[in-house]
């Protein structure tokens, strides 16, 4: 075979010939950077394969058949100014005798990758003999923070590393291996590994799972908190450096952290002057919809300001040093001062709201609604029916079954991912039975923040497992679960949302529940027939006869003191699969509208809200 040097700006692509000689049309693009910044380092190791092509007046050109993507890699280094157009390049020539498009083919197939396995070990071999990571980026043109995951890999256990080898490549495969870098030593991915194997499920989530990594309330009060708090407390963590399943070894100083940084925006809030400061999850679902909000003035923070703040936030979060917190809260009540005044500080109020992430959010200038006014209609007097709990009170308790099923669906993959589809395929704009609405829009934050991109997206989920595909599905379907009544003719758990809530664990349902009924709200807001009833079902007869001669004060501490412990839920959180004192009640077949006169004004107000 002869080898011949010719000049760089002499060879073609093997596209451009006629015919055309190379074989590949996709990709040829691909990598070049990273292959330009390695040929630069360390020369062209495999010379350019060419053949010339003649026409009856001499060389028409030199064409590349094997080595194309190479080519281009030179080129862009004469554009980096690392060669010139005329330094000669290492080539060999097709045999004159073989179709130089058929050879090109044929080693193209015949070639086989290097497993990924034995790529990450050679360069772990090269950060141990004294190559920087840097060095490595630059020298093989690879990004920095893949470089640190190759090299997580590369130092992976001798007997993860031999189990690789020896499987198909898959994203399953490669998520466990991945999975095992959360390990703290190599004998823990040892032990880990072999109990695994014994058991038949060397999967990521279970790789996770044994090694803390699934703790999502702490994650959660990281996000809230802020890394930096968190350490700074003294906090440990492994962090995943494939995605976002850290190994929190503190959750205790997660929670601690999370608790005072939500109790400093409080502090914060109240320091401005609203009338009232609230959490979000204390005061049902139906406020972001519904409750009107005051315009803001002009006398918004200046970028210094902004600057300031965040700097005394990040004192305050790690020294609790008073100065600092005293500077913040007057810093915080001149600009509330400048952007809201006296009339709507004292009628208005302020809402923390935490997202299921740990996103948290300050909504400034609620208004809560006034008290529900009775009103009577002139005419007939009406057939006085059986007594029933206003509706502000039943879209509260809505609220907290929408909230409940949210958190108890998270846990359950299989249910959340038909949910999912279900509600996708059967959700509509006005008559929404489905407790499950699924929008277009994404969810991305809101206020201009950009969504992730869809190719993101697939890319992120496409090396997910199946099962933690299906723990996406039901997160999903988690954030979209609506099943807010604001009117009492229609209970929470209809006949559309009860087999959604039927097919959750009764256990995971029954907790959830429990942790979102707001006891001193129903049996403050509940009349005296109710809370009657409540004790009857909870306790006995007897106590219920001696409740109903009680005050109202009196009834409701009773009923608070004795009623929760017994596992009661109102009619409204009472769920299929419901097990404390007193009945489920009986679902129906009807149309909501029936019921509930409004119906399709509020489904449409909600949809465009939803769509703002």
């Known amino acids: 075979m002869t080898t ?72 862009l280094l004469v554009e980096q100014s690392q060669m010139a157009v005329s330094d000669p ?34 360069f772990r071999e090269l950060a141990d003999a004294g190559m920087s990571e840097l060095s490595i980026a630059s020298r093989f043109g690879i990004d920095p923070k893949r470089v640190k995951r190759i090299l997580a890999l590369g130092r992976l256990s001798s007997v993860v590393i031999d189990w690789w080898r020896q499987q198909e490549q898959s994203n399953e495969v490669f998520g466990a291996v991945c999975a095992f870098t959360l390990a703290p030593s190599l004998d823990d991915q040892e032990k880990l590994f072999k109990k695994l194997l014994k058991q038949g499920d060397v999967r990521a989530w279970a790789v996770k799972r044994a090694l803390g990594a699934d703790n999502p309330q702490a994650a959660r009060n990281i996000k809230i908190a802020g890394l930096e708090a968190y350490k700074a407390a003294g906090g440990q963590m ?6 976002d399943n850290h190994v929190i070894t503190d959750p205790d100083i997660a929670e601690k952290v999370a608790e005072e940084k939500i109790a400093a925006t409080i502090a914060g809030l109240k320091a401005e002057g609203w009338s009232w400061v609230s959490m979000g999850a204390d005061l049902g679902y139906y406020w972001e919809h519904s409750w009107k909000r005051e315009k803001a003035g002009d006398g918004k923070a200046t970028a210094d300001e902004k600057k300031q703040i965040k700097k005394l936030e990040k004192t305050v979060a790690k020294t609790g040093d ?46 809560k609604p006034q008290a529900e006014k ?23 308790l809505s609220g907290q079954a929408t909230l409940a099923v949210r958190q108890a669906l998270q846990q359950e993959p299989r249910v959340g991912l038909v949910a ?11 008559h929404a039975n489905s407790p499950v609405r699924v929008y277009h829009e994404g969810f991305a934050k809101k206020h201009g923040e950009d969504k992730e991109s869809f190719a993101s997206v697939f890319a992120r989920l496409s090396d997910m497992t199946d099962q933690e595909l299906f723990a996406v599905a039901a997160g999903c379907a ?15 758990f209809d006949a ?57 004060a009196d009834l409701t501490a009773f009923a608070l003191a004795n009623v929760p412990q017994t596992g009661w839920l109102p009619p409204e959180l009472r769920a299929p699969t419901y097990s404390g004192p007193g009945k489920v009640p009986e679902i129906g077949d009807h149309d909501p509208a029936e019921h509930d006169p409004d119906f399709d004004e509020v489904d449409e107000e909600e949809d465009e809200f939803e769509d703002a």
């Not at 009764?506 to 004790?535: C, H, N, R, W």
Request: aromatic share 4%; hydrophobic share 40%.
């Open 4 to 75: 011949r040097l010719i000049p760089l700006d002499q060879l073609r692509f093997g596209h451009e010939a006629d015919p055309p000689i190379n074989a590949r049309r996709v990709g040829r693009d691909d990598g070049i950077a990273e292959l330009a910044a390695s040929i630069g380092a360390h020369g062209l190791q495999t010379p350019l394969k060419v053949k010339e092509s003649h026409d009856k007046d001499g060389v028409v050109g030199i064409f590349v058949g094997t080595g194309n993507r190479r080519l281009a890699a030179l080129r």
């Open 89 to 122: 390049v290492e080539c060999t020539e097709f045999d004159a005798t073989v179709d130089a498009k058929e050879a090109a083919l044929a080693e193209q197939i015949n070639r086989i990758d290097l497993h990924p396995a034995d790529e990450y070990v050679e």
């Open 238 to 243: 492994t962090t995943d450096l494939f995605g």
């Open 322 to 367: 008073a100065g600092c917190a005293e500077e913040l809260a007057a810093l915080q009540k001149a600009i509330a001062g400048r952007q809201w005044t006296p009339d709507q500080l004292s009628k208005a109020g302020a809402v923390v709201k935490i997202g299921h992430h740990g996103d948290l959010e300050v909504c400034r200038a609620v208004v």
């Open 374 to 396: 009775k009103t009577h209609s002139t005419g007939a007097p009406k057939e006085k029916g059986p007594p029933t709990i206003s509706n502000a009170l039943h879209q509260r």
């Open 420 to 430: 999912l589809l279900a509600g996708f395929m059967t959700h509509r704009r006005m």
């Open 478 to 492: 988690a954030e979209a679960v609506h099943m807010e009544r604001p009117h009492n003719g229609r209970m929470p």
């Open 496 to 552: 559309d949302a009860a087999p959604l809530a039927a097919s959750i664990r009764p256990d995971l349902l029954a907790v959830a529940l429990q942790e979102t009924f707001d006891a001193a709200d129903y049996f403050g807001g509940a009349s005296k027939p109710f809370v009657v009833q409540a004790i009857r079902e909870a306790i006995n007869d007897e106590e219920a006869r001696k409740a109903d001669k009680m005050k109202k």
